[in-house]
């Protein structure tokens, strides 16, 4: 399933940034933000358990951000296109090294 999000103005800068969650029985799993749903809340997928289809609402506090996402997937989350969940793993697994470092 393919799903287009765009970044309401409510969180700028966050859409496409890498967040591990910090609280939660989902604490350590990482995500990408893709999009941002009222202030201070984002929605954020991970490709695998929460696919673009059904992402997280999580709290900006609970989340621990990283780097950002490769900037192909950043301009489809800005641009409207469609993401798609193997989109998701393949920025995560990319920065995986980067993400376990911080």
Do not use: F, W
Request: proline residues 6%; positive net charge; hydrophobic residues 45%.
């Amino acid at each position: 399933m393919v799903l287009c999000l765009v970044e309401k103005e409510t969180t700028p800068g966050l859409l496409g940034r890498l967040a591990t969650s910090r609280s939660g029985r989902d604490a350590g799993v990482v995500y990408v933000v893709i999009a941002s749903e009222a202030p201070g809340v984002v929605l954020v997928a991970d490709g695998r358990s929460r696919g673009i289809a059904r992402p997280k609402r999580k709290n900006v506090k609970h989340l621990e951000l990283g780097g950002t996402a490769p900037a192909a997937l950043v301009e489809k989350l800005a641009g409207g296109q469609p993401v798609t969940d193997e989109d998701i793993r393949a920025a995560i697994s990319a920065a995986a090294p980067s993400v376990a470092a911080e």
